[in-house]
């Protein structure tokens, strides 16, 4: 692979789209320019097509493997490992006193983007040590910052997270794992842990878990969870490393796709003699945790984008190379075969594929960039508001790309034909590692729980009027442009269709209706993705309209192909939404009155 | 895996609905009834849970190895075809007098979609080698068939379809395989073949490759090709085998699934010394190739789903047993938690998968059975009339379960959550192993084509003519029964739609705009072959509407889940046909218009 992204598309997310250097008038971001951005995303670019795509194929064939002792990766792991953390990306979003690049949270996620599309397996571990290191920036004592977050900063500690159990994933409520105190204020920890990623490897001089777990005697359910650190090897009064914390891997799970990442089933405390320390207070720990939900599910809401945008442009480049058959009123069989480019299906599925990834790219840089203003804003009411946006769009960002960018990769594949199905080009190793994104941080069926039962109905509905009201700003702005009087016209009936179908929801909701009004809840997140995604091209149109009566050349094409992916959005996937819409406003309970015994 | 296929379910299918007990009044079956094709299928049921499951998993984590000389594969798949061949089911269709078991279609490819359940990749040895059978015992001259088809039907020879090649996937009309007329009447072959499945293996004692070839001078395209048997080895007059007969393998595919069937990129040839015998008549191949079209691709559409059937049923008792978190109104953290199928989203991808795969068997088995009457038939315009239909149906029987019941798997997986990401469960494999089905035997774009561009129009419109009639008699059928009175008039207007649609692509077709007249054909094969499916939900609902009264416990049970999953089909998945149908009647050219350069 040697396209990852279209940085084309890139600039315009970030720069035509969102205005991203308009966030230089915050004080944090006052030394950046689009200069200082595009330097980082260069570098960003060439270290994942040198260090990290080199071997995406290679990590997926050759997965890590453990002899009953230790983990050994392929060596090259490592040495992107340390090119990463020499170029200081880990430490892209964070302060310049700590070495960091102190970069905006929509540049420092399109950078891990990159790396993502370029091998998911890989970034994987320094992401997990990002966000185990945001939780300690946010919720650390300054005793456990200097101890565990300060070598995770330097590269030397990695980090995990260690929420689900063998008996609770989704239902984190029923996890097992103690914590009983300990006279020096530690706790001993006991329990079985399931599918950490990163949990054992050799990539590092320590790993930090941060392991949830129950205090005995505090109260039952989510509400009696705390948060623990948890290191692998325990450290002496120095910082230095010292034998076993009697964490030990009780084996590798074996995955369809994302090969590359150990998975582990951990055991703590076999031995009595495993040392934790509580983060914030105790049976808070579910909140503490997931305090950076927001930003860990546009992340993979990003990384589902990529893998599908990465799979996007090969497709493409192997369709403009493939010679195969002719056009399909052609009548002479010895005329030269054209590439496949040609054909109508194959231009189908790379501008579904198109739609797709662009639009997922386009929505998860909008959720960054709201973050980004809710965490530099100094007007509290504005904070607030734009978190609340924010967590409206959350499962939807995390959830849409997982199901669509997916359905890229499927769609990638078969452009390929009978090639796109072996091992020997990357589509059907994009579709496997995409494949696990629908499934983790939170089931799209807990998603879309999330998004009805939560979200919309949150502070009575004021995130779902904001939403509906920034859509609103957009058909205004885009209503400037003739070109575009269909795609209003057709966001217009999307935002009615979308505000009519949700009040008939909530009022079953209301009405106490709990079990119908959540029935067909993954039916809204679908019907809700696709108007915002929308929304989202509708905000591209608008600004290709902008830009194209002055373009020429390459510029030109390429405000063209956003116009026509938009067509293709509006005319083929938005109209989706019409049925789903009809059967949630049924309150169709068919999947309640099925019997069991019927299945 | 312990459940492959209900057997309710199968029964239904095969004698509720086809009522297949009534092929009995044809002479060929004259001497079976219920009770032997229950014989066959108790038989197959068995061998294909002890001897085909039970190594799925293995040949699939160890795929077949070529040292450079020979390929290898696991002791059990030879295992497997000893006790299929003993068994006789390669001769299931076959006359009696051959050692048959003279089975209708429709038994015998229920008895093989049992196997292919339980193992695709170890089941797909013996089906090639049937096919290849089959093509011998319609096209072979007698010393052919002495030679090559007798030792095939003892279970000696194995056979192939050589086809591809790896500039010509899609496009047959530009293969480059020679073959030069021999002084003997025999033919030198040279050339090379690509995607070759069971191209080489360590399982006969002699593979009998049907081979796709241009004699020079032919003309150009399609119109120029024959085609060859090419043994591996060379036979004596004695048909004794001798040495090599110039095929090598250049190598080994390496697929994302069905890695237990050999892929094969083959040479012939390669030292001037490969020996091939036409069969049929010069240039006339491909025909002679694609005479058993229908039956391969009603075979790949029935593989298909029972890939997604044996994936329900997994993540259907996994569902009944997996006990995480409590119903939506629960509120104590404490209670028990229950079974994951009392969750409706869980129900909804469980409603899903089976709606999509009762109602694929129930197309492939009708289809088989429609084969059945159009072979045994002693009218030749009742034939010519089956054909016509079938000719119709069988790019939807192909497409439609390949696209649906590879979604089947993939809400398997979703149900089984991280497990079902894992090599410890088979919905992983499934997922794989089913997304060849999309690709290959021509691909659904392919298909899209064929049915549209072809079938649609053949004979003026009198297939399509003959599918209206026949889900006419399915409403007249079902209005007897006031239960289901929504379903007969959604499928009333689901027949106006199809035929307003067609009219419409129809008539675009006569102004001569070819282009835009199949710009969407993949849009209308799933247009199709949703309405085609609710067809068959209509008469599942209606054999079971005339059942349900008189049953009860598990019967009653039975037919209330038909009933229950025809709702699911109509108010969940027709409706989808309506932006499909004005995106077509629309003649959107999009897809033509994008571009070359805005991708």
Redesign the interface.
Known sequence: MDRIINRRDLAFQLYEMLDVEKLSHYPRFKDHDRATYEAVIDAAEKLAIDKFANHAHKSDEQEPQFDGDKVSLIPEVKEAMSAYLEGGFHLAHRDEDEGGMQLPLCISQAVAAIFTGANAATTAYPFLTIAAANLLTAHGDSWQKERFLKPMLEGRFFGTMCL?EP?????L??IRTKAVANADGSYQISGTK??ISGGDHDLSENIIHLVLAKIPGG?????GISLFIVPKYRLDEQGQTLGSNDVALAGL?????YRGTTNCLLNFGESGACQGFLVGKPHHGLGTMFHMMNEARIGVGLGATMMGYAGYLYS?DYA?QR???????AKD??AP?VPI?A??????M??AQ?SYVEGGLSLCLYCAHLLDHAQQSDDPKEKVDLLLLLDFLTPLAKAWPSEFCLEAN?LG??IL??Y?????YPL?RL??DN??N???EG???IQ??DLL?RKVMADQGRAFHMVMERMGEAIGAAAKYPALEEFVAAMQGAVDLMSRVTMKLVGAAREGK??SF??????YLLMTGHIVMAWMWLRQATSAAAAIEQASG?ER??Y???L??A??FF??EL??T??QA??LA?L?T??????????
Chains 1, 2 share one sequence.
């Open positions: 689900s008996q609770a994933g989704s239902s409520g029923d399931m599918w109260p039952a359910g989510v509400k799970n074996h995955k369809m796709g493409l403009r010679p195969q058959g002719r056009p399909v009123d069989p010895e075969q480019i054909h109508a299906d194959v231009r189908h790379l501008l198109k499927k594949m078969q034909g009978g796109g199905y072996t091992r020997d059907e579709y496997r494949r696990l629908p499934i983790h089931t799209n069926g879309s729980l039962g709990t079990e959540l029935a067909n809840s993954h039916d390459d094409a390429f063209a192909g956003k026509m992916t067509r293709y005319h083929h109209p989706k019409g049925p009809a059967f049924s169709d068919t999947v309640l009155d099925m019997p069991d015994a019927g299945f």
